[in-house]
């Protein structure tokens, strides 16, 4: 770390495994430039404070019980929260605006090694499962465990809280006079916090822990849903249209959009709005997981529509790993298992931190695994198989584990794919570590991004099914 600055940096990251990794990214880059850390918390998915002795760690109250905040059933957490945070929120859309022109990205990242797996959807084993019927095999497409109401309703619990301790910070600061507090970074689903620091005269950036262009192009959902909605026949588009490029929205296709747009409504279109105008207001944008060579003209775009500063400052992760800041303990035996395969021959799949499987679902993958005949290392998380605790059986070949050290296993010279939900974190990872993809994209940025490794910088595989 570089001598002290003298200055303090508040952080405020929202309690999503993928949004906390990018803010405590963020952090160590700061605090090796010489700042101080203050990191304001939720009780609910605590960071691991003694992984950072260095930073300073304040819990704030979000309203949950005991029992609430220490499940990790996210879903049920954020759905009771969720009630009674909606009403009210509904405001009219701000213009909407047209993404225009290809992305591109640059030779150097294109990933140089061949895809050598080989797996198999739908299984060919149906008769072992007579009760999975066909409809599901043909579409083994997964559920989001959390929506984005979940960052709408933690808002709105932590927002006295969050008050209080943000102006006990600075009212220390001018009486003990050590170190200067030079802003608040939150993430852009914070969406009081804007409002907050104007008022305490203290400087607000914003973390976008999404791609570029899906944060830019994301805010002209909501008059595309409108639109929708205006038309006779609702959103319906001929099947041959469906795997037309969504114009609106590139590289989108149209049935990539429709899914999207499926997803809530209302609520999500207002706290886009909401997003929008607190980010236009903030100091500037940073974006810790992007680079100008990922996402130039979304950058372009940004400069000229958002007028604040904005920084692509990753990705960062190779040299500021996210394992001090899992929320889970990764099982290191991974690592051991991975040691004993052969080079580039394991498959390792992962769906992140918040989206769930059925247990059919769950079948379906273990039986694609099983006949991909290759040997796989697979992350299931507790409470992630709906109806399920804890699976026993570990099929042949593959080892199951319940988290695992995601970085080094996409860094072992034993991987060779990752099934992949393409989170935003999981997809730099796995393109920073050269690992081809297979894109099995649940819900939000995760269809956009998987369409970039499939369609523009073709490092990976859409799984195909009859809907995709
Ligand atoms: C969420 C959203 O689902 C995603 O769409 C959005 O882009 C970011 O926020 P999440 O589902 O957690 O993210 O996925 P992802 O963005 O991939 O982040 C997961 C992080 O957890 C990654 O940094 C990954 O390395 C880490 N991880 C995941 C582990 O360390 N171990 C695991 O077993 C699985």
Redesign the pocket.
């Known amino acids: 770390m570089e001598k002290s600055n003298g200055l303090r940096v508040v952080l405020f990251p929202l309690p999503?495994?993928?949004?906390i990794?990018?803010m405590f990214q963020l952090a160590k880059i700061l605090h090796s430039r010489g700042f101080s850390i203050t990191v304001i918390h939720t009780r609910f998915n605590t960071p691991k404070a003694s992984n950072h002795p260095l930073y300073t760690f304040l819990e704030i109250q979000d309203g949950l019980s005991e029992a609430e905040a220490s499940t990790r059933d996210v879903t049920l957490v954020l759905t009771l929260l969720n009630q009674s945070c909606c009403r009210g929120w509904i405001r009219p859309s701000p213009k909407a605006r047209r993404i225009d022109g290809p992305i591109r990205i640059s030779k150097a990242l294109r990933a140089p090694a061949p895809f050598p797996l080989r797996i198999s959807f739908p299984c060919n084993r149906r008769n072992a499962f007579p009760t999975i019927n066909k409809t599901s095999l043909l579409n083994p497409r997964l559920k989001?465990n959390?929506s984005l109401f979940s960052t709408v309703s933690r808002s709105n619990s932590c927002e006295a809280p969050f008050r209080d301790c943000l102006t006990k910070l600075l009212q220390s600061e001018t009486e003990e006079r050590k170190q200067t507090i030079s802003c608040l970074i939150d993430d852009s689903g914070w969406i009081f916090t804007q409002h907050l620091a104007q008022s305490l005269n203290l400087s607000r950036f914003v973390l976008s822990?999404?791609?570029v262009s899906?944060f830019v192009g994301h805010f002209v959902l909501p008059k595309l849903r409108r639109e929708r909605y205006l038309q006779p026949q609702g959103s319906s588009i001929a099947c041959s249209e469906q795997d037309e490029p969504a114009e609106e929205f590139p590289p989108l296709r149209k049935k990539d959009l429709l899914r999207i747009l499926d997803e809530e409504t209302e609520v999500l279109d207002s706290y886009s709005d909401m997003i929008l105008e607190t980010t236009k207001a903030s100091s500037g944008l940073v974006f810790v997981s992007s680079c100008e060579e990922l996402d130039e003209d979304s950058l372009r775009q940004a400069r000229r529509e958002f007028q604040v500063p904005i920084f692509a400052i990753g990705p960062s992760?190779s040299y500021f790993p996210?394992?001090s800041s899992?929320l889970?303990t990764?099982d290191q035996t991974c690592i051991q298992w991975l040691d004993k395969q052969e080079d580039k021959t394991v498959i390792y799949v992962?769906?992140?931190?918040?989206?769930n499987i059925s247990e059919t679902e769950l079948l379906e993958i273990s039986w694609g695994l099983r006949n991909s005949d290759q040997p796989f290392l697979w992350?299931v998380?507790v409470g992630m198989v709906n109806g399920t605790k804890w699976i026993e059986a570990i099929p042949e070949k593959g080892k199951i584990?319940?988290?695992?050290?995601?970085?080094d296993?996409?860094k072992h010279r034993a991987t060779g794919g990752f099934l992949?939900?393409?989170?935003?974190?999981?997809?730099v990872?796995s393109v920073c570590e050269g690992v081809p993809m297979i894109c099995v994209p649940?819900?939000?940025?995760?269809l956009l991004?998987a369409r970039f490794v499939s369609d523009v910088w073709m490092v990976g595989l859409h799984l195909r099914s009859r809907e995709w």
């Open positions: 999503i495994q993928g949004c990794n990018p989001p959390v822990t999404y791609k899906f992760h996210g394992s899992s889970f990764p992962s769906f992140g931190s918040v989206v992350v998380r584990v319940k988290w695992a050290p995601q970085q296993v996409l992949t939900h393409n989170g935003w974190n999981s997809t990872e649940s819900v939000w940025d995760q991004n």
